[in-house]
């Protein structure tokens, strides 16, 4: 047994990286809350054809990330490396592309066969947020509004910046298409493979790649701003009037493009110069294609998600470990009582525990070990006066209470 190790980019979660994950999603759920998002809970695992259809038969994620089996039954089915295309399959198949708008928050572990490193993992987690049925920008603005709320309510705002860009309508994005495969056919010597093997098929993707020649090659790329029909400009433009709105902070970057195949105008990231190659920390944009591609009506759509382990490494306020009040028993007899006051504090809310043996020095230096912030003793003659003694840990002093009003003392 000694050499069963976890899987390759898979980690646990214990003590404080639990805690900073909890509070992670604690504080992206009570803001997305006050936005009026609703949480949803999809499958973990999916009929492959869902991610498949939702990323494009060409994209990353299918052809190399995905974690696809077939199970006892013979379906392929596939661990969800991302959130949305459930979220819009379970609009689907839930009936509720009759109720929009529909206004989800999700949170849970995504799975993609990646080279794991700091900030990259095979098994990790996002939180999301997706606004469906909305085609104003003024939807775009918000749910980015949202995003950037979460990250100053988790105290990371001021080390990430928003960068924003469009992709234009399907009329922009043709014109700009023929613009890039020009430009990158001039280019191809200094291309990557995998970059080569996009230039005709999505070329728009090259701008996204990581590799450092490709990267020098994108830097002079044209932009698609020369190439955005009236519409889509005026839908830009709107977004950036609203976020200003909005008070978010951004600046412009042309070479935003979203890694999967289903995007259109609004392009976002907030990014981090702190983590090294891994500086998204969240990405979005707006997918009016997706829910239509799952069997729906044509369905407009805007939402982002961000990585927790990334938000995890930015946050600096560790939430502290949880404090409790040991209760100490002195000698045989006090136990049952005792054990009473231990559930009449739990029962109040009340952090409470009680060693299962040890004498009254034994006990005290245990409740030293795990943290305690208080102790309550009860010997005898406590006991018999319906009292305690409160150690207070903090501050030192100790002091006799009586026990009914334990749960208002120590809250
Ligand atoms: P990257 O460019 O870093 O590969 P991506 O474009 O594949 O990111 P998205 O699919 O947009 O990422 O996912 C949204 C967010 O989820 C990312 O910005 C990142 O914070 C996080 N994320 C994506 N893949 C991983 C991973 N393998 N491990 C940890 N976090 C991840
Ligand atoms: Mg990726």
């Keep these: 047994m000694s050499e069963l190790q976890p899987v390759r980019g898979t980690r646990d979660l214990i003590g404080e990286d639990h805690r900073r994950h909890q509070h992670i999603i604690d504080t992206a759920r009570r803001v997305s809350a006050s936005y009026g998002l609703e949480e949803w809970a999809t499958p973990?695992?999916?009929?492959?054809?869902?991610?498949?259809?939702?990323?494009?038969?060409?994209?990353?994620?299918?052809?190399k990330e995905m974690y696809s089996f077939q199970d006892r039954g013979g379906d392929s089915l596939t661990l969800r490396p991302e959130g949305t295309a459930g979220v819009c399959r379970a609009l689907v198949t839930n009936g509720l592309t009759q109720a929009l708008p529909q206004k989800v928050f999700y949170a849970g572990p995504m799975f993609r066969y990646e080279r794991p490193q700091k900030g990259r993992y095979r098994q990790f987690h996002q939180i999301g947020a997706e606004l469906i049925g909305t085609a104003e920008p003024l939807a775009d603005a918000e749910v980015i509004a949202c995003g950037w709320d979460i990250l100053k309510a988790l105290g990371i705002a001021h080390d990430v910046v928003l960068e924003v860009n469009t992709l234009g309508d399907?009329?922009?994005?043709?014109?700009?298409?023929?613009?890039?495969?020009?430009?990158?056919?001039?280019?191809?010597?200094g291309l990557s493979e995998d970059s080569l093997a996009r230039l005709e098929r999505n070329p728009l993707r090259i701008l996204d790649s990581k590799d450092e020649g490709d990267r020098r090659i994108n830097a002079g790329a044209p932009t698609i701003h020369a190439h955005l029909t009236e519409a889509a400009a005026a839908f830009y433009a709107k977004l950036k009037d609203y976020l200003a709105g909005f008070g978010v902070p951004f600046v412009e970057?042309?070479?935003?493009?979203?890694?999967?195949?289903?995007?259109?105008?609004?392009?976002?990231?907030?990014?981090?110069?702190?983590?090294?190659?891994?500086?998204?920390?969240?990405?979005?944009?707006?997918?009016?294609?997706?829910?239509?591609?799952?069997?729906?009506?044509?369905?407009p759509a805007v939402g982002w998600a961000a990585g927790i382990e990334r938000l995890s490494m930015l946050l600096a306020d560790v939430p502290a470990a949880p404090r409790p009040v040991a209760v100490v028993p002195v000698g045989e007899a006090a136990e049952a009582p005792a054990l009473a006051v231990l559930q009449q504090l739990r029962h109040a809310g009340i952090r409470a525990e009680m060693a299962y043996r040890g004498n009254l020095k034994r006990r005290l230096e245990r409740a030293n070990r795990i943290g305690a912030r208080a102790a309550v003793i009860l010997g005898e003659t406590e006991i018999a006066r319906g009292v305690a003694q409160v150690k207070d840990f903090v501050s030192g002093a100790q002091q006799e209470v009586p026990v009914a009003e334990l749960p208002t003392r120590l809250r």
């Design 253 to 299: 970057n042309p070479s935003i493009v979203r890694g999967l195949d289903y995007y259109g105008h609004t392009a976002f990231e907030f990014v981090t110069s702190r983590l090294g190659a891994q500086g998204t920390v969240m990405g979005g944009g707006r997918y009016d294609g997706l829910v239509e591609e799952m069997g729906g009506p044509p369905t």
């Design 170 to 189: 399907r009329d922009s994005r043709t014109a700009y298409r023929a613009a890039l495969i020009d430009y990158f056919t001039a280019h191809q010597a």
């Design 44 to 63: 973990i695992f999916e009929d492959t054809r869902v991610f498949s259809r939702s990323l494009g038969e060409s994209s990353d994620v299918v052809t």
